[in-house]
């Protein structure tokens, strides 16, 4: 869906002038991604005088790039902004967007959101075991972060260094955060148990964080599991 909203400058709750913006929601946008999502907002110049824009600069130098925008808008016109956007490993509900200059002062804000299913094992996604002596057994956990539809399984996998990995939910109920999706909680526990003969040194391992929904594959994720035998 594409907003074209009118650019006449709103109050917010402290009496302080707010930027126009315009918005399109892209929805549900599930990775992987193959490439820069591209996407459209139509600005319009409620205005009575043309528009001119010396450029448009983006809330965020690595994740959004400005692929065009209108040199000037007539008024009572619209213009469209081009967004390329890179979410990365961000999960949940998002925003990017680019600020619109004229005269050289901002004059509004082209902004798109999408939710992105997935998991959020946060950065970087490491879990430090520390010193392990032979013969004895640790276990560690790291919180992670759910987006998906209720229902949706998540597991965890070791792989390497004779350790074992597990996911548990936290037990509380999800936040909604629209489109049939909902926010949850849980945990990635690792344990390794060091044999008796085991030798001095480090160990390494990672776990493979994988998301189901209806037995298909939504997200995977990776954590690095450090320790030291000694």
């Known amino acids: 869906m594409i907003a074209a909203l009118p650019l ?20 549900r946008v599930d990775p992987p991604f193959a490439g820069p999502i591209q996407a459209s907002v ?3 110049n409620a205005g009575a005088a043309d528009a001119a824009i010396d450029r448009a600069v983006p809330h965020c130098a690595g994740c959004t790039r ?18 390329l956007i890179e979410p990365g ?9 680019a600020t619109l200059l004229s005269g050289g002062a901002p004059w509004c804000t082209a902004e798109v959101t999408m939710l992105v299913p997935g998991i959020d094992v946060g950065a970087p996604a490491a879990i430090d075991l520390g010193t392990v002596a032979p013969g004895t057994a640790i276990e560690r956990a790291s919180p992670v972060r759910i987006v998906a539809v209720p229902g949706a399984a998540c597991s965890a996998t070791a792989r390497g260094g004779a350790a074992r990995a597990w996911f548990e ?3 509380t109920a999800g936040i909604p955060l629209g489109h049939g999706i909902e926010e949850r909680r849980g945990r990635v526990v690792v ?4 044999a008796p003969e085991a030798r001095d040194g480090p160990v390494e391992a990672s776990v493979e ?9 939504v997200d995977r994720a990776q954590v690095a599991v450090r320790a030291s035998v000694a």
């Open 89 to 97: 490993r961000s999960r949940g509900r998002l925003r990017f967007g």
């Open 209 to 217: 964080v994988e998301l189901l929904e209806g037995g298909r594959a």
């Open 169 to 171: 939910g936290d037990g």
């Open 66 to 83: 400005v692929a065009s925008a209108p040199r000037s808008i007539p008024a009572g016109a619209t213009g469209e902004v081009r967004l």
């Open 8 to 27: 006449a400058a709103a109050l917010a709750a402290g009496g302080a002038a707010e930027l126009p913006r315009a918005a399109t929601d892209l929805g």
């Open 191 to 194: 344990a390794i148990d060091v």
């Open 42 to 44: 139509l600005v319009r």
